[in-house]
């Protein structure tokens, strides 16, 4: 069994192997450095308020993204100040509590003496003991009195387990202590075999101070080595995950670029969209938008961001627009008076406008989509001209399949971007390219396909077409309407063209479109055979998808309704 385990190690090809598949599985370390940078920045805008902070922690922290793994993340009350002394003037309407280390304590576990019981915050009022004549803060009702505010969350440990469509939540309650515990300088003068972390990061550590995290001890039975352990991983130290985010971001940005790295550059540019874009929230309320906005603003405004974090912040500001725009062009529908409408509809296209500098494809098709709604069929071929020309230039985009998740990028692109000294911001303005969205709860989208959008089953369910696609199809519409037959042709040519690379999952959009190129031309029998075509793809999609709730495809005159609302949508109201 030896040999066998030492050939095994000395195999150099399975080592490269094994290495080259844990890699795919939890991503390059520069990859997960940069995606803990953008969650950082990201964090500073989602949880911008002086009552809570939030600090991830485990494998989502460290820029790991492994399907099944939840998320930690420790909230840290900073209404309630921590104190070693008892401070000589104690206001009785701020919370103080104070550190009590009693010789029965486990080493890392300290008691939190309530020094004022009466102050108004519930958190205190709820979770405050008697013992002796003195009050404490009982760990078990404090984890428990955050648990009453999410209804759903279950106790899990010390923490409240949250489980969304998203995944898992487990949320730690912390309070933060400027100085160091002398309950923890075990940890500080432990001897340190590899060398890590080292002694200069151990004394940032120790002068940061920790966070205290609501868990009671288990005395009982317990080996003095376990406790250690225990108090080693409760008190958990600021900036404390398996290596130091900020010093492996500077080692990132100052690491030099050439030929043989560009395609490393690509690889961080393609993680970088991919982590903005993650967070896009199916349906958006107009509150949280603009909250996300103004907050963005303030961080902006308050810190000296680096040139990247503030690129990273107005990328995302670019996405909460578009979202923002969607939404104010249906409220546009809704308002009685042409006054509110127009006010609706000029901010909605006023924030378009902006959206396109942040990719080529997503702002000028959303554009173009809207002006061909209001009957300026003109306009919208400009701006469909503007994402052609783009993509014409052949020098490689980072695509962005919203639903998919996988972002990828053109061979083209890493010669032609990376290397070159370029901000991010400058990359994707002219090389990203994102699906074109229509959410059900906010279409917009040509009436020619929007059944498409009348099928989804939930308000949060989102239709996205390839952008190259549906540039072809916004064409033909534009055209039609222009009396331009002639282009009509001609497109639908580039269509079917387009067709023939378009990716199983998204065949059944082409068909459809390439049917609503040959009706506008009055070649019926060819839109009625594209349309057979769309109901076989799109059965053989609803099927795999193993849907319970959709027996419609399975019956044997499915293909007949289909194909007959799909003519319907096609006559003139």
Not at 148 to 167: A, E, Q, S, Y
Not at 253 to 264: C, F, N
Not at 424 to 450: G, H, N, R, T, W
């Amino acid at each position: 069994m030896t040999e066998h385990c030492s050939k095994w190690l000395d195999d150099p090809h399975l080592s490269f192997l094994i290495a080259d598949n844990l890699v795919n599985a939890v991503g390059d370390p520069d990859v997960q450095k940069i995606r803990r940078h953008v969650m950082d920045v990201m964090d500073l805008v989602d949880y911008c308020n002086a009552q809570t902070e939030v600090i991830r922690a485990g494998g989502c922290a460290e820029g790991f993204r492994i399907r099944g793994t939840d998320v930690d993340i420790m909230y840290v009350d900073k209404l309630i100040k921590v104190v070693a002394e008892t401070p000589k003037n104690v206001k009785m309407y701020v919370a103080v509590v104070r550190l009590v280390l009693s010789p029965d304590d486990p080493p890392g576990y300290v008691k939190l003496a309530v020094l004022t019981p009466s102050a108004p915050l519930q958190q205190i009022q709820e979770s405050t003991k008697r013992v002796s004549g003195n009050y404490f803060l009982s760990s078990e009702l404090y984890v428990r009195w955050h648990q009453r505010l999410n209804p759903t969350g279950v106790l899990h440990g010390p923490c409240v387990l949250d489980r969304t469509m998203h995944g898992d939540y487990d949320r730690a309650f912390c309070l933060e202590y400027k100085d160091w515990p002398a309950c923890a300088n075990e940890w500080i003068e432990r001897k340190r075999q590899h060398g890590w972390p080292s002694q200069k990061l151990v004394r940032k550590i120790k002068n940061i101070g920790c966070h205290l995290m609501a868990i009671g001890s288990k005395k009982l039975h317990v080996y003095l080595k376990e406790k250690l352990q225990n108090a080693r991983r409760l008190i958990t130290p600021n900036s404390f995950p398996i290596s130091n985010p900020e010093e492996d971001f500077k080692v990132l940005k100052s690491s030099r670029r050439d030929e043989d790295t560009v395609y490393g550059e690509a690889n961080i540019d393609a993680a970088l969209v991919s982590e903005i874009i993650a967070k896009t929230q199916a349906s958006p309320s107009v509150a949280v938008l603009e909250l996300e906005l103004k907050n963005s603003l303030t961080r902006e405004t308050q810190r000296n961001l680096e040139t990247l974090d503030l690129d990273i912040l107005r990328l995302r500001r670019f996405h909460t627009l578009y979202q923002l725009a969607l939404i104010y062009l249906n409220i546009s529908l809704k308002k009685n008076t042409t006054r509110s409408r127009y006010a609706y509809i000029r901010k909605a296209f006023c924030y378009l406008h902006l959206v396109r500098f942040s990719d080529i494809s997503k702002g000028n098709l959303t554009l173009a989509t809207a002006y061909y709604c209001i009957g300026r069929f003109d306009s919208a071929l400009d701006y469909i001209k503007e994402y052609d020309e783009k993509l014409g230039e052949d020098r490689g985009c980072i695509h962005s399949p919203i639903c998919e998740g996988v972002v990828w990028f053109d061979q083209q692109y890493p010669h032609s971007f990376c290397g070159q000294g370029l901000s991010i911001m400058e990359k994707v303005s002219s090389a990203a390219s994102y699906d074109f969205a229509v959410y059900q709860s906010m279409p917009l989208i040509p009436m020619e396909i929007a059944l498409e959008v009348v099928m989804m089953k939930t308000t949060g369910s989102i239709l996205t077409i390839p952008p190259e696609l549906y540039s072809g199809f916004l064409k033909v519409l534009c055209y039609t309407n222009m009396g331009n037959l002639e282009m009509v042709g001609i497109v639908s040519v580039i269509l079917n063209d387009i067709l023939q690379r378009t990716t199983k999952g998204k065949q059944y959009l082409a068909y459809i479109m390439l049917g609503v190129a040959f009706v506008k031309l009055g070649n019926y029998e060819e839109a009625l055979r594209c349309y057979c075509l769309a109901h076989i793809h799109k059965r053989r999609l609803a099927v795999s998808s193993q849907n319970s709730d959709r027996p419609e495809w399975h019956t044997r005159t499915s293909v007949l309704f289909y194909i007959a609302q799909m003519l319907r949508s096609l006559i003139p109201v």
